[in-house]
């Protein structure tokens, strides 16, 4: 099998069991298998809880070779509108990212800064919403394939400047900085109404749901889907009710009593405070220059 035949079968392969599809955006979405749904030009990537792909919507005429000039990394897909040049450009991760976190957003956070400067790099636009594509398995694109491999977010932080989005509390409300600024709005409230009573998980997972649908409604230009927001919603309910509910949080209080008790050998490991993104370099790429002596 070559290259283009093994990036699209994986494509195909990793798409939700029940995804959005459509051939014309006037009509609507629709839900189907995925046997049925790759009939169609647009389909749903990724699903509600962990993201496979990165979509970048780019509106220029020669889109499909355009990130070469960029200096951004090759795509592992593009699918090009054959009227107008516009294409999407799509990238493989080799390990899923999950949309969702349970009860620490810090690896949301950072592939939200990676997919942020990557979309600035390659000049896509901010208000694509992300929730489906371009169908590279439908013969309506001009598709074609570039890199093999897949990557991880270290490799893609290579290209990007990272260091815009050191210390920020708030990530852009676009892409999956939606995802994590929803999750911090959310989580943040928890922390505190989960000790006001709530007792019964099923109640309190509705008004997690209920309040994340407030926020998502009011704060975001181009809201998640219902399937995402449910998904956070749910992470956070679960989470908070297990370690912040009244008995939950006593036993929260006493399991970090306890660790305050304990004196490490070492002195304690020092904090990194995530030091590469203060310098602009990924994680990998911090690690590999401090073992050779170069920071």
């Not at 897909?77 to 810090?106: C, F, K, M, Q, W």
């Not at 013969?139 to 290579?158: G, K, M, R």
């Not at 939606?178 to 709530?198: E, H, M, P, V």
């Not at 975001?220 to 927001?229: D, N, W």
């Amino acid at each position: 099998m070559n290259n283009s035949a093994q990036q699209l079968s994986l494509f195909e392969q990793r798409l939700p069991k029940k995804p959005y599809h459509t051939d014309e955006f006037a009509n609507g979405l629709a839900i189907a298998r995925a046997q049925n749904a790759i009939k169609s030009r647009y389909i749903q990537a990724n699903g509600p809880t962990h993201k496979y792909w990165l979509v970048f919507d780019v509106d220029k005429p020669n889109a499909s070779l355009d990130w070469y000039d960029s200096g951004a990394p090759a795509p592992n897909i593009v699918a090009t509108n054959r009227e107008n040049g516009h294409a999407h450009l799509i990238y493989g991760l080799e390990v899923s990212i999950r949309t969702a976190p349970d009860g620490r957003s810090a690896p949301l956070r950072y592939a939200a800064a990676v997919e942020s400067a990557l979309r600035e790099k390659l000049g896509a636009d901010i208000g694509y919403a992300g929730l489906i594509c371009k169908n590279p398995l439908n013969p309506h694109w001009q598709v074609s394939t570039w890199e093999p491999c897949l990557y991880d977010l270290d490799w893609l932080a290579d290209y990007v400047d990272l260091s815009a989005y050191s210390g920020r509390k708030r990530l852009p409300d676009y892409g999956l900085g939606r995802n994590c600024n929803l999750f911090d709005y959310l989580s943040t409230w928890a922390y505190k109404a989960i000790r006001q009573g709530w007792s019964e998980y099923e109640r309190w997972l509705e008004a997690c749901l209920t309040r994340a649908e407030g926020y998502n409604k009011k704060t975001f230009k181009e809201p998640l889907p219902h399937s995402e927001i449910k998904a956070t919603a749910k992470s956070v309910a679960r989470w908070t009710h297990k370690n912040f509910s009244a008995t939950g949080f006593s036993e929260w209080q006493a399991k970090q009593g306890a660790k305050g008790g304990k004196v490490s050998k070492g002195g304690g490991r020092p904090s990194l405070n995530e030091p590469w993104l203060e310098l602009g370099i990924s994680r990998r790429t911090y690690f590999r220059k401090k073992k050779s002596d170069k920071l």
